[in-house]
T-cell receptor, first 111, second 116 residues
Framework: KNQVEQSPQSLIILEGKNCTLQCNYTVSPFSNLRWYKQDTGRGPVSLTIMTFSENTKSNGRYTATLDADTKQSSLHITASQLSDSASYICVQGTSYGKLTFGQGTILTVHP | DTEVTQTPKHLVMGMTNKKSLKCEQHMGHRAMYWYKQKAKKPPELMFVYSYEKLSINESVPSRFSPECPNSSLLNLHLHALQPEDSALYLC???????????????FGPGTRLTVL
């Protein structure tokens, strides 16, 4: 069973709308939680990386939250643009360097 | 220079061919990674080099042979591949190989490999 679960699997929204992607993680020991954006056929691009002590981190229109008690993270996208259409991957890092990738959420933004 | 470059962008090869994928970074990173990604799946770790030494091999078949000639370069030599090896091959680098922020990985654009 994948220890990083993302939901929804896919999401379609209209341009200008906001959306929130969810991630549940169970990998131990926890070191950090990362969100990547991956365009089709391209390498993932880092959006945010949060350690245990951080609750929220923003990168432009992207805001990630982390709840270490419930082991949940979310990625909120504000005022979506067509260029936001991509796969968003939640990744958990352990203290010894191993990364566990979620299956990704495919976001499609329609005009 | 703040990016990871990969060549070639696309590669088509037969099952008897020998080819190599190349990855380069000039960010002073000391850890470099090879990942394999199938369509609509997350990247799967293949190899990790830390300070030019192979530190992780995720039970990858011997038809994939990594090489790290220096701290900026990472190669993946391919020989006698199978059609199921067709995938996007991603290279990444990080300042260190730890799990903390120093281990934040920067990915290259990938090489799209097709094995006929």
């Amino acid at each position: 069973k994948n220890q990083v679960e993302q939901s929804p699997q896919s999401l379609i929204i209209l341009e200008g709308k906001n959306c929130t992607l969810q991630c549940n993680y169970t990998v131990s020991p926890f070191s950090n939680l990362r969100w990547y954006k991956q365009d089709t056929g391209r390498g993932p691009v880092s959006l945010t990386i949060m350690t245990f002590s951080e609750n929220t981190k923003s990168n432009g229109r992207y805001t990630a939250t982390l709840d270490a008690d419930t082991k949940q993270s979310s990625l909120h996208i504000t005022a979506s643009q067509l260029s936001d259409s991509a796969s968003y991957i939640c990744v958990q890092g352990t203290s010894y360097g191993k990364l566990t990738f979620g299956q990704g959420t495919i976001l499609t933004v329609h005009p | 220079d703040t990016e990871v470059t990969q060549t070639p962008k696309h590669l088509v090869m037969g099952m008897t061919n020998k080819k190599s994928l190349k990855c380069e970074q000039h960010m002073g990173h000391r850890a470099m990674y090879w990942y394999k990604q199938k369509a609509k799946k997350p990247p799967e770790l293949m190899f990790v080099y830390s300070y030019e030494k192979l530190s992780i091999n995720e039970s990858v078949p011997s038809r994939f042979s990594p090489e790290c000639p220096n701290s900026s370069l990472l190669n993946l030599h391919l020989h006698a591949l199978q059609p199921e090896d067709s995938a996007l091959y991603l290279c990444a680098s990080s300042l260190g190989a730890s799990g903390g922020p120093q281990g934040e990985q920067f990915f290259g654009p990938g090489t799209r490999l097709t094995v006929l």
